[in-house]
């Protein structure tokens, strides 16, 4: 009887210390890979882009001067093609959206502005937060044409052509990819201004 208790107290004592070594040498568990949505690389979406104008430009050749910056928007089409999960190139497209209101009189809208034919071209450098989430920076170029009308009176329209750079954030969700983004935009006589992009694309 003596013997059987003590060979089940061994038994229980070797199963203990036996634990933390196999503890040790278990592999930790492997960090969680970023969501890849993307088989062929390709991907297209759409969203809308609102341009912050240089407010001296914007009222170049008007009898008018601007406390704020002008913020006309633009509906934009985009593809992308991604070479890897961290480098892409992206071109968009878009049409005249939102017109921007304005007034001199401190009453209703006495002119407006707005963004036309916008185009673009980036290089998207982006990194992995966590699965889902990523950020990026983008360098680029873009132009559009700014359209005005003070009282009635449509004055020239006026041209932006420049570099581009730009910051954002994404989420993945499936094929589906949540984009926030801002870049600066500078060259030429525009001055400098900046363009605030939310789009929704799908990975093919």
Known sequence: MKLRTLLAVATAMGGVCAAPAFAQEAPAPAAPTPEKPNASGFYAGGGINLYFLDRDYAAEGMPILFEDQPSPGAFVGRLGYAFSENI??????????????????????????????????????????????????????????????????????????????GVGAGFLSGPWDFRFEYSLMTGGDSGEGGVLGMFVMHHF
Do not use: Q
């Not at 009189?105 to 707005?114: L, N």
């Open 88 to 165: 892409a190139i992206e071109v968009e497209a878009g049409i005249g959206g939102a017109r921007s209101e304005f007034t001199t009189s401190g009453g209703g809208s006495d002119g407006e502005i707005g963004i036309e034919t916008p185009l673009g071209a980036h290089v998207i450098l982006s990194a992995p937060i966590n699965r889902n989430t990523y950020i990026l920076g983008k360098v680029g170029y873009v132009s559009a044409k700014v359209s005005r009308e003070y009282l009635g009176v449509d004055y020239a329209d006026l041209d932006i052509n420049g570099p581009s750079f």
